[in-house]
């Protein structure tokens, strides 16, 4: 089930350098545990199995969202969307970029 994961990721991300991680595996834990309680109404932790990590699922979901984004067409829809802004928006936007080149991270 992992290889089924991992084959997956490298398909939907074009990127055939990924390897195993305890990622992919929690994924698997995530299914197989799925399936279980469907099947018998328990977690795996009750079976003596190992739980996955649900949390984890989330944001590297996200992450891997943000990765795959094609950078040239990003900069390409800033480039044209940044002069339709109008003023109060065009201030909250370089504000916004300021904070982000200064490294001060607050979103």
């Not at 195993?20 to 595996?25: A, K």
């Not at 399936?35 to 989330?58: K, S």
């Not at 900069?75 to 001060?104: G, R």
């Amino acid at each position: 089930m992992s290889e089924d994961i991992s084959h997956q990721i490298h398909v939907s991300s074009r990127n055939l350098d990924i390897e195993m991680n305890e990622e992919i595996h929690n994924r698997a834990l995530l299914l197989i545990e799925d399936m279980c309680y469907l099947m018998c109404g328990n977690l795996l932790i009750r079976l003596g199995m190992p739980a996955p990590y649900r949390e984890m699922l989330t944001f590297n979901r996200e992450l891997e969202r943000e990765r795959e984004c094609d950078h040239q067409e990003l900069d390409l829809v800033v480039q044209t969307n940044v002069p339709l802004l109008n003023y109060q928006q065009k201030e909250v936007y370089d504000t916004l970029m300021k904070a982000i080149d200064d490294e001060w991270w607050f979103i």
